[in-house]
Structures are given as structure tokens and as C-alpha cells.
């Protein structure tokens, strides 16, 4: 059973949870404080708080319904005010200032990131919006079960906007049920939204977990990458090698090499292509 988290705070997760509700034939139930709406593999719960602060929530659920993964419905904020659908993993490598835990990771759902990615981007094709990864960042850090974010963005506009929650519904619901055989990786480098690990996590075999952009460098260290390569049961490092310095490379390989995995640049990365 998977679980979509959604919070009545948060216009775009109700967006989102609406759309949900419409594809399918649910069962409303009242469970300790949480209202679950129920289907046969998916169900969907109301939470009061927003999410990024929503840590220990898999713990407290769990002691009324079973579940072994949870999809967090989300909006996005930025000052930019593009037009995005993004996902991403949660937690926090120095400081937690929007939630979570400092050198706190949540554990990820690669898995059904890749698929909703590469589903959600050719749905998107055609609209004003464009699909983004995003590096890991803010809470909940505090969660055991597998989860990620699924977020639309950026502004007011965007989170009321009920064909695009449609389409982000829709996709979360495939990406559920989508079967695939990718290569787990753990990405260090490039800027917040991760551009190259974009383009790898769309064309190649290639799911990304964790995360860890230009701006988190400063912080990383041996024993906090390899907890989240191991928390992410991850394959191999991938490196945006244009914008890590020597100092993260070297870092990167002797993690590597205490694990005994192989860390690939981007660029030799995305010569494993999908076979599409």
C-alpha cells in the first residue's frame, strides 16, 4: 500500500488530493485524528500541519494503517514564479531552517521518483509548465519509510490550477504502478535544481535519490555521504563534474572507495541511455 500524504494547509496538496479523488473509487474513513480516503493498492490522508514539518508523521500513521511508502502532494515556492512540477527528496545537511533536522536525511523513494519524472514530463510536454528535479532540502528529515516530495510550483496561480494537479495526480497514481530496473545514484553537485541530474534521471537508467548541490559543499562530509548513499541503497555516486571542485571530488572517492562503488561523472553517465 502506497500513501499520499496531503496537508489541508497547503492549496496545491488539496488540489492535488481532489484530482486523486476523482480517478478513483476511494473509502472515506476516520482513523485516531486522521481522515484516510481508502482504495484497493493507494490511499490518501489529510494532515493539519504543513508537510515540510510533518516529521515522525510515518511513525504515527503506521500505527493505523500499514503502508510501505509515502508520496508527499505539495506545493512549490520560489521567487521566480516559473512554472514547474518538481520532486525531490527531504532532509537537511547543515542547517534546518525550513524543517527537518540538521545532517538529518529522510529515507528516499528513488523508484517511484524516476518513474514519476520521466511520466510526468511527457504530460507536461505541450503546457506551459516544464519538470525539474530539485536537490534535497527541508522536512520532514525525519521519516523511515521511503517518501519524496511531489510538488507544483510556484505561486498562488500555479497551485490552483486543476489541470495541472490533474496531471500530477495522474502521474503519481502511474508512477505507482510502473515497473522499471534502474541504477540507483546519489548526485553531488550542480545548482539547486539540479539540471544535469535532470537530463540523466529523463533519458538514462539512472534513478536519482539524494542530492547534494554547489551551495551544501561546504558542509559534506565522509560520514554524511555515506550514510545517505547507504540510506538510499544506492548503486553509484554521479558527479556534476563542471561544478564540483577537487576538494568534493576527493571527498566523493574515498567514500567510494571505503564502499567499494563506482562515482561516474555526469557526462559518462548519460551514455547509458534508456533502450526506448
Not at 235 to 262: M, T
Request: with cysteine.
Amino acid at each position: 500500500m502506497k500513501l499520499i500524504v496531503c496537508s489541508r494547509v497547503d492549496p496545491a496538496s488539496q488540489n492535488i488530493k481532489n484530482a486523486l479523488l476523482s480517478m478513483g473509487d476511494f473509502e472515506r474513513k476516520v482513523l485516531g485524528d486522521y481522515e484516510f480516503f481508502v482504495s484497493d493498492s493507494v490511499s490518501i490522508v489529510d494532515v493539519d500541519v504543513r508537510l515540510i514539518y510533518a516529521d515522525g508523521i510515518d511513525e504515527k500513521l503506521l500505527r493505523l494503517m500499514e503502508f510501505d511508502e509515502i508520496l508527499f502532494a505539495s506545493r512549490h515556492s520560489s521567487k521566480d514564479g516559473r512554472k514547474i512540477v518538481t520532486t525531490h527528496c527531504t532532509g537537511n545537511v547543515g542547517r534546518a531552517d525550513f524543517g527537518g533536522k540538521p545532517y538529518s536525511l529522510a529515507k528516499p523513494s528513488p523508484l517511484t521518483m524516476k518513474n514519476f519524472s520521466m511520466i510526468v514530463e511527457r504530460k507536461l510536454r505541450g503546457t506551459e509548465y516544464e519538470f525539474t528535479l530539485e536537490a534535497t532540502h527541508h522536512g520532514p528529515s525525519e521519516i523511515r519509510i521511503p517518501s519524496a516530495f511531489y510538488e507544483i510550483g510556484s505561486t498562488e496561480e500555479e497551485w490552483s490550477d486543476e489541470d495541472v494537479a490533474w496531471i500530477v495526480a495522474e502521474s503519481m497514481l502511474e508512477a505507482i504502478d510502473m515497473e522499471g530496473e534502474w541504477k540507483v545514484a546519489v548526485g553531488v553537485g550542480g545548482t539547486h535544481y539540479v539540471p544535469r541530474q535532470t537530463e540523466i534521471e529523463l533519458s538514462t537508467v539512472y534513478a536519482f535519490a539524494h542530492n547534494f548541490p554547489k551551495y551544501t559543499f561546504q558542509d559534506l562530509n565522509e560520514e554524511f555521504l555515506e550514510h545517505a548513499f547507504r540510506l538510499s541503497e544506492a548503486d553509484v555516486f554521479i558527479i556534476d563534474e563542471k561544478s564540483a571542485n577537487s576538494a568534493v571530488k576527493s571527498l566523493v572517492s574515498a567514500v567510494a572507495e571505503r564502499l567499494g562503488v563506482e562515482v561516474l561523472k555526469s557526462k559518462h553517465a548519460k551514455k547509458h541511455q534508456l533502450d526506448i
